[in-house]
């Protein structure tokens, strides 16, 4: 602030944070109507902040680096999402309910290709995006589990409870725009078409609406 000037809340403030690059993942991570949890989830993956057992092992905490879904391989982020059968499973079941025809693979091959295609605005970048940070959120949650209540579901279980929270979200819909791309991803989804709408008016450079 130069001297003489009036004084400012918004400049001293602004004096005072950290200005960063926007990292290209952002967009991926914080949208419209996302699920806080979720989204903070997959942030910590993409600043690698979990503490998967490579690292503990690394760090003397633990001696074991075993999956804890049983696939024999070392856990690491790159295995659990999604490199390891058990989670490449279920991500792939999404990515088909998501109108997208391809194979996982580890998690430098999936940030890559989230930060490639997950970019845009449209109802199926959006529902891609929420459906991702739920498989990783439920993915990780499942892994805890293993680890500290001995608890264990299957695939199926953890593929409802993925639904379970899309769907959910999806109730929130105002309108979505009739089109090829999301009258497929409405089916997929088992969405009510009433939502679907023709020349609907939507918020500018959106093509849906949330309330």
């Known amino acids: 602030m130069k001297k003489g000037c009036n004084f400012s809340l918004h400049e001293a403030w ?6 960063s690059p926007i990292v290209p993942w952002s967009n991926v991570v914080w949208f419209p109507r996302q699920i806080p949890k979720h989204s903070f989830c997959l942030w910590l993956t993409f600043r690698d902040g ?8 690394r760090w003397g905490v633990v001696q074991s680096v075993c999956c804890a879904f ?59 995006k929420l459906t991702l940070t739920a498989v990783m959120y439920q993915c990780w949650m499942e892994r805890n589990n293993h680890f500290f ?30 089109n090829p791309t999301n009258s497929e991803l409405f089916f997929n989804w088992n969405l009510p ?14 093509s849906w609406s949330l309330q």
């Not at 996982?104 to 891609?128: D, H, M, P, Y």
């Open 50 to 57: 979990h503490k998967t057992l490579n690292k503990l092992h």
């Open 70 to 128: 049983g696939c024999g391989q070392k856990e690491s982020i790159d295995h659990l999402f999604f490199a390891c059968p058990f989670t490449t499973t279920i991500w792939n079941h999404f990515l088909a309910k998501c109108g997208f025809r391809r194979c996982s693979g580890g998690w430098s091959v999936e940030s890559a290709w989230c930060i490639q295609r997950l970019q845009g605005n449209s109802f199926k970048s959006w529902i891609t």
């Open 193 to 206: 078409t009433s939502l679907l709408s023709v020349g609907a008016s939507m918020p500018a450079g959106y």
């Open 14 to 19: 602004r004096a005072f944070i950290l200005h």
């Open 149 to 178: 209540q001995n608890s264990f579901r299957n695939c199926d279980s953890l593929i409802e409870s993925v639904a379970l929270d899309i769907e959910g979200k999806c109730r929130g819909l105002i309108r979505v725009a009739d």
